[in-house]
T-cell receptor, first 114, second 115 residues
Framework: DSGVTQTPKHLITATGQRVTLRCSPRSGDLSVYWYQQSLDQGLQFLIQYYNGEERAKGNILERFSAQQFPDLHSELNLSSLELGDSALYFC?????????????FGEGSWLTVV | AQKVTQAQTEISVVEKEDVTLDCVYETRDTTYYLFWYKQPPSGELVFLIRRNSFDEQNEISGRYSWNFQKSTSSFNFTITASQVVDSAVYFCALSWSRGSEKLVFGKGTKLTVNP
C-alpha cells in the first residue's frame, strides 16, 4: 500500500459527460501529480500541484482541469469526454521539497468512455 | 530533452531463468534521478528503486539488482531466478533537478514468467 488513495477505482461514462477523480496523497506529502496511462501514449504526465499551487503542467488537455485543496487532496476534472479519454488515471504524491524525491502512486482510476 | 528508452517491449522467460531489463536515458542535467516501477496485472504502479546521478554503485535487493552506468546512460534491472509473480510491466523513469520532480517514463517492458 503506497498510502495514496484514489477514488473511484472504476468509472464508466458516456461521451460528452464530465467526471471527477479524487486523490488523497500520502500523509505529509505536499506535492500531487496526475498521470494518464493509455495503450497508445503510455504514461503521460498531466499536471503537478504543490501545497495548493500549480507547479508544472504536462500534456493536459484544455477539457481537463485539476486543483489541490487546503487539506491537500486533489481532484482531476475531465469534461466533454471522448472515447479517446478512456485510460487509467494515476494520482501520485511526494514530499515536494527539493528534487528527486520518490513519487508514490495510487492504484489508479480506470475510466471507460462509451 | 529528457527521454527514457526501454527497447524491449516484451520478454518471456521460464521460471528460474535470470532476466535483464534494459533502460537507456537522455538528459542534459548533471543532477538527475532514475527509478524503476513495477505494474502487475492488477494495475497499480509499485516503486522499486531510486538512484541519483552521483551514486553509481550497483544495488542488490534480494533477487533484484540494478546496474547504473553513466558512461552508457543505462540503468538496467536484473531479476535472478525469476518467478511467476515477477510477471508484470516494468517501467524505468527519470526526473531531473530542474524538472519539478515530474517523472518521464519509458514505454515499459512486459515480462512474462512461465512456470
Amino acid at each position: 500500500d503506497s498510502g495514496v488513495t484514489q477514488t473511484p477505482k472504476h468509472l464508466i461514462t458516456a461521451t460528452g459527460q464530465r467526471v471527477t477523480l479524487r486523490c488523497s496523497p500520502r500523509s505529509g506529502d505536499l506535492s500531487v501529480y496526475w498521470y494518464q496511462q493509455s495503450l497508445d501514449q503510455g504514461l503521460q504526465f498531466l499536471i503537478q500541484y504543490y501545497n495548493g499551487e500549480e507547479r508544472a503542467k504536462g500534456n493536459i488537455l484544455e477539457r481537463f482541469s485539476a486543483q489541490q485543496f487546503p487539506d491537500l487532496h486533489s481532484e482531476l476534472n475531465l469534461s466533454s469526454l471522448e472515447l479517446g479519454d478512456s485510460a487509467l488515471y494515476f494520482c501520485a504524491s511526494s514530499p515536494g521539497t527539493g528534487t528527486g524525491n520518490t513519487i508514490y502512486f495510487g492504484e489508479g482510476s480506470w475510466l471507460t468512455v462509451v | 530533452a529528457q527521454k527514457v528508452t526501454q527497447a524491449q517491449t516484451e520478454i518471456s522467460v521460464v521460471e528460474k531463468e535470470d532476466v535483464t531489463l534494459d533502460c537507456v536515458y537522455e538528459t542534459r542535467d548533471t543532477t538527475y534521478y532514475l527509478f524503476w516501477y513495477k505494474q502487475p496485472p492488477s494495475g497499480e504502479l509499485v516503486f522499486l528503486i531510486r538512484r541519483n546521478s552521483f551514486d553509481e554503485q550497483n544495488e542488490i535487493s534480494g533477487r533484484y539488482s540494478w546496474n547504473f552506468q553513466k558512461s552508457t546512460s543505462s540503468f538496467n534491472f536484473t531479476i535472478t531466478a525469476s518467478q511467476v509473480v515477477d510477471s508484470a510491466v516494468y517501467f524505468c523513469a527519470l526526473s531531473w533537478s530542474r524538472g519539478s520532480e515530474k517523472l518521464v517514463f519509458g514505454k515499459g517492458t512486459k515480462l512474462t514468467v512461465n512456470p
